[in-house]
DNA sequence: CTGAAAGCGCTTACAG
DNA sequence: CTGAAAGCGCTTACAG
C-alpha cells in the first residue's frame, strides 16, 4: 500500500520535451496546443501512467469539483426513507458528467451541524444542497456568512416577501395532495385524517396546509390531523390514536409510505380491514409500496429528478451565471389499491360539482 | 456569493506578530510553541476569523482528509435496503471524530465504477473502503495498482488460501442463517425455501451455503433455493414461483427485509396466511419489520458498528499501522411474530437430537 | 521555542 | 503556439 512514486506534472513535461504549462493547457483545452505538441504530451502522459493531482488542482483553481450534503435526519428515517437515496443518485448522475463527486455528512446534533458546515467552507466543497428547509432555516444566514454557495431545495415556490437570498429549486406538493383528497371524497369519505411530516419543515407544512385547504373547500371537517416524523414507529402511533377516537377516520392521509406501511399494518392488527374499511394513502412511492397488500397508491415525488436539477442549479451558480428559482415538479399520484369506499359510503351524499 | 478576500495564514502571522510556520505550529502541536505566542496566534486567528485552508493543507501534507465509498447498487435497493445508510452512519460517527468527510458514490456500471476509481485515485481521497464484495472481485486488483487504500467489508473470515491482499473486516452471517433455520424446525417445519440474495456477492453466497448446510444437518431437503436481487419486486415474483410448487414450502428464509415483506404480501395476497400457513424470515432488521402485521423475525447486522470499525480500520491502515483484519460480528436474530407451526406440523416428527 | 525558506503539484497571466 | 515564473496557502525540515 506504499505511495509508488507519484509522477508530476514534471515529469511529463519534461519526458514530452515541452513545458508544465503546455501540458497543463494541452489537457485542459483553454489556450490553444499545436496538434504534434498534443500528441507528445498524451503519448508522455499515457507512457508515465499520469493523472493531475486533485489537491495540487484544487489548490490551483481554488476549485475542490465537489459538492456537499448534510443531512440531519433520525438515521431511522434516512435509512428506509427513499428520498434520499433517489435525491443523491440524481445529484451523482450530472456530477459524474463532470468529474465532480459528492461528499456526504450524516449529523445528529445543531452543533455537529454547524461544525461541519464551517468544515465544509473551509475550502472542502465548492457548494453545498440545502435539503429539509424548516421555516426561518438559520442554514440562509449561516452559508452566506461562510461565503458558501448554496442552493435550497423547497417544497413551494418562493413568495416574493420570504428571501432565501438563495437560489431555490422548488416543487409543489399542494398539487398531488389535492388529488388525493379528491380521490378520496370521489370514493365517498368524509372523515379524512393526515398524518403529517414534522411540521419543522417546510415540506411537512405544506403538505399540511395543503390537506385543511382541500378539506375546507369540500366543506369538511379538516382537524383530523396529527404529527408524526415519517419513522414506522410514529405511523404506527399516530395511527394508533386515529383509530381509537370515537368517530375513527375512514381514510388516512400519509405524509410518506413508511408511516402508511405501519398504519396500515397496525390497522390490520387490530381486525381493520384495508381498504374495505380504512383507506390509506402515502407519499414518496417507494418501490414497496407497489408490492403490498394491498398495494400503496401514494405519490411519486421525482426525487431523483429533483436531484439532478438542483445539482445544475447549483454548477451553473458556481460558474456565476445569474442564479435562479426553478420550478422542478415531477409530483404525480400513483394510483394502486388502498383506496376504497367507506364502509357505509351510502349514508352520505356527495354534493355536486364540489368536486370533480 | 462573492468569496470575501480570503484570509490566509499570512494574515494571521502578520497579526500576531509570528512566522506562518509558528501558526501552523500554533494549532497542530506538532512542535512546541510557548503559551504567550499561541495565545497570540489563537487571538489574531479568531479576530481574523481564519480557518486554515483545507485545499492548501490538503497538497502540503498529501492528505485529503476523506474517505470514499462508492456503491454499485440498484438504485431501488439503495433507496429501500437500510444497510448503507445505517453502514455510513457509523463511518460518519468515525471520521466525525477526525475532522474527516466521506465521498459517496453511486455507479451504474462497470465502466462508471472504473473511471470512480480512477478518478479516487488521483488524489481525492485517502482511501476506501470496499462493499458488496464478489468472488474474485475485481477491484482488488484495481485498488492496488492505483496505490489506493483500502478496506474490505466481508460476510466470512478470510481463509488462508484467498488472499484479496487488503485488511478486511468481517462478520459471520452463517450462525444467524443457521439460527432461524433452527427456529423454523423447531416450530416443526421441514419444507423451508430460502430466497438468496444475488449470488455473485459473497454475502448472497454465504447465506446460501450456510442455509444449505444447517438444512442438511438437520436431514431436511435443501433444495427450494432461488435467487433474488433484494429489490420488492424480485422477492415477490420468487415467493409467486415457490407457492406455485406442488408442494409449497411453509417457511422462507429471505435473504433481506425487503423480499421478505413483498413476498409476505403477495401471500396474504393470495389468501395465504401468515405466519399461520407460511412463516417468513427477513434480513436486516429494518425499522419498518418491527411494525408491520405480524412483526417480522429478521436478523439485525450491526450495520452501524460495521461501518465504525471498518472506517476505523482504515484509519489504522492510512496510520500505517500494521493492517489486521477484524472481526465485527453483531449479527443477531431478532425473534418477532412471523413464524409459527406449519399448517399440519403434527404429521412430522422431528427427530430428537438432531437440532438443540 | 522561533524564523526563513523550500516544497506540495498544479494553473495562469506575462512575455515572446 | 510556447516557456519561464509566479502563485494557490499551507507544512515541514533546517538552522539558530
Not at 451541524?113 to 444566514?141: K, T, W
Not at 389535492?178 to 370521489?186: F, H, M, Q, Y
Not at 408511516?259 to 390509506?280: N, Y
Request: hydrophobic content about 40%; proline content about 5%; glycine content about 8%.
Amino acid at each position: 500500500m506504499a505511495e509508488p512514486h507519484k509522477v508530476t506534472i514534471g515529469d511529463v513535461a519534461r519526458h514530452a520535451g515541452v513545458s508544465k504549462g503546455t501540458v497543463s493547457l494541452a489537457y485542459s483545452g483553454k489556450r490553444p496546443v499545436s496538434p504534434e505538441t498534443r500528441r507528445r504530451v498524451f503519448a508522455a502522459a499515457e507512457q508515465l501512467k499520469w493523472t493531475a493531482s486533485h489537491r495540487a488542482r484544487a489548490l490551483a483553481t481554488s476549485r475542490t469539483g465537489t459538492i456537499g450534503l448534510v443531512v440531519a435526519r433520525d438515521p431511522d428515517v434516512l435509512a428506509t426513507d427513499p428520498f434520499f437515496a433517489k435525491f443523491i443518485g440524481g445529484c451523482e448522475s450530472v456530477l459524474a458528467e463532470h468529474g465532480m463527486g459528492l461528499m456526504l455528512h450524516a449529523v445528529t446534533s445543531k452543533e455537529a451541524e454547524l461544525a461541519v458546515y464551517e468544515r465544509l467552507a473551509s475550502g472542502r466543497v465548492d457548494g453545498v444542497i440545502l435539503l429539509d428547509v424548516e421555516v426561518d432555516d438559520h442554514r440562509f444566514a449561516l452559508v452566506q456568512q461562510l461565503g458558501l454557495p448554496a442552493v435550497v431545495l423547497s417544497a413551494h415556490r418562493p413568495e416574493p416577501g420570504e428571501t432565501s437570498g438563495l437560489p431555490t429549486v422548488y416543487s409543489d406538493d399542494s398539487a398531488a395532495i389535492g388529488e388525493i383528497v379528491d380521490l378520496l371524497v370521489d370514493a365517498g369519505h368524509t372523515r379524512i385524517a393526515h398524518v403529517a411530516g414534522p411540521l419543522r419543515y417546510i415540506h411537512g407544512r405544506v403538505r399540511r396546509e395543503t390537506f385543511t385547504a382541500a378539506m375546507h373547500d369540500r366543506g369538511l371537517d379538516a382537524s383530523l390531523v396529527v404529527e408524526g416524523d415519517f419513522t414506522a414507529s410514529s405511523g404506527r402511533d399516530t395511527t394508533a390514536r386515529l383509530l381509537d377516537r370515537d368517530e375513527p377516520p375512514t381514510a388516512i392521509v400519509y405524509a410518506n409510505d413508511m408511516m402508511a406501511i405501519a398504519g396500515l399494518s397496525l390497522a390490520r392488527s387490530r381486525g381493520v380491514l384495508v381498504p374495505e374499511e380504512l383507506s390509506v394513502t402515502g407519499y414518496d412511492d417507494s418501490e414497496l409500496s407497489a408490492h403490498l397488500s394491498p398495494p400503496l397508491t401514494t405519490v411519486a415525488t421525482g426525487a431523483v429528478e429533483r436531484g439532478a436539477i438542483a445539482m445544475r442549479a447549483l454548477l451553473a451558480a458556481l460558474a456565476s451565471e445569474v442564479p435562479e428559482d426553478v420550478l422542478a415538479d415531477h409530483t404525480t399520484v400513483v394510483r394502486r389499491g388502498s383506496i376504497a369506499a367507506p364502509p357505509r359510503a351510502t349514508t352520505r351524499t356527495v354534493p355536486t360539482g364540489v368536486h370533480r
